[in-house]
């Protein structure tokens, strides 16, 4: 495995939601989205990750996506390219425009729909490792891609793509978080993909998080981040229940359907619109997300 910098992929990456009006990509909203996360502290910035809604973008959306995060963030925090596909080519011109734009490192989905083997996940991601010299991740969300790795996948893709330097784990396995470090190391970066787990899966080792409520709430989700990384523990426990309720809501639908609401509600985006077969928050929804922001004095 390449040689990461010690505060290079640790902390709070927040998989920025996508902004839409009358049907196009929001891109100035965008930039202001990106600002507001360094502004409050996140440690990066991931672009069009499932929180992005990527299957409703075309290629060249989400290339400018990326192109307007990398603009917006000036360096200041790197930005990650979520690339996945189900198509492998189209992974590949993803994956590859993604390295000429700038990224800082590439977050690659396991494909979805196909369900192959493991021995196929394993040439998959090999393949891709040759094609780049970035920084990759495997993104593992067994409940939308419909496919889990195993711990034996990651070390054989590790020992066939040395670029392959973590993973973000969005399933409530715990087990295979020690597995990895145990086989991999505890450099091996393993990012919490679920909002619930946070807390549990960094105090066993995982690196940091790429959570949605990340959008709603980046300092609070930066400060946990910090506060198990400089070992008070009971502070942590204590920040992960009062954001518990908050973690919870993004989920009260499909992601990120409560979260644009939300948004919205906040005035951080216009609409919370989106594009079929996603759509926005029926009336029942609204009030009790009403209620979630409220209790958690952010109306």
């Not at 996508?18 to 910035?45: C, F, K, W």
């Not at 995060?69 to 360096?75: F, P, W």
Request: charged share 25%; proline share 6%.
């Amino acid at each position: 495995m390449i040689k990461l910098d010690r505060d290079f992929l640790r902390g709070s990456y927040t998989p920025l939601i996508t902004p839409i009006i009358d049907g196009a990509v929001d891109y100035d909203t965008y930039a202001r989205l990106v600002e507001r996360q360094i502004a409050q502290g996140s440690h990066g910035i991931v672009v069009a990750g499932t929180t992005g809604e990527p299957t409703t973008l075309s290629v060249e959306e989400r290339s400018t996506l990326l192109k307007v995060a990398i603009e917006a963030a000036g360096k200041r925090v790197p930005v990650v390219a979520a690339t996945g596909s189900q198509s492998h080519a189209e992974t590949v011109e993803l994956t590859t425009r993604a390295e000429r734009a700038g990224a800082a490192a590439v977050l690659i989905l396991t494909p979805y729909f196909i369900r192959p083997p493991q021995r196929g996940i394993v040439e998959y991601y090999a393949d891709l490792g040759r094609r780049i010299s970035l920084p990759m991740m495997i993104y593992h969300i067994p409940g939308r891609a419909a496919i889990s790795v195993t711990c034996d996948t990651v070390a054989k893709i590790a020992e066939r793509a040395p670029n392959l330097v973590g993973i973000k784990q969005a399933v409530k396995d715990l087990e295979l978080v020690s597995e990895l470090i145990v086989r991999l190391g505890p450099e091996f970066r393993i990012f919490v993909g679920l909002e619930d787990l946070s807390f549990p899966m960094m105090a066993v080792g995982a690196c940091g998080v790429m959570n949605a409520v990340g959008n709603l709430a980046p300092r609070r989700i930066a400060e946990l981040c910090e506060l198990v990384f400089a070992g008070k523990l009971a502070e942590a426990r204590a920040a992960h229940f009062a954001l518990f309720e908050l973690n919870q809501s993004v989920f009260f639908d499909t992601n990120p359907i409560p979260l644009k609401y939300m948004m919205k509600r906040l005035g951080l985006i216009r609409d919370n619109a989106h594009r079929l077969p996603m759509v926005p928050a029926t009336r029942e929804l609204e009030e009790r997300l009403d209620g979630v922001l409220k209790r958690a004095g952010m109306l």
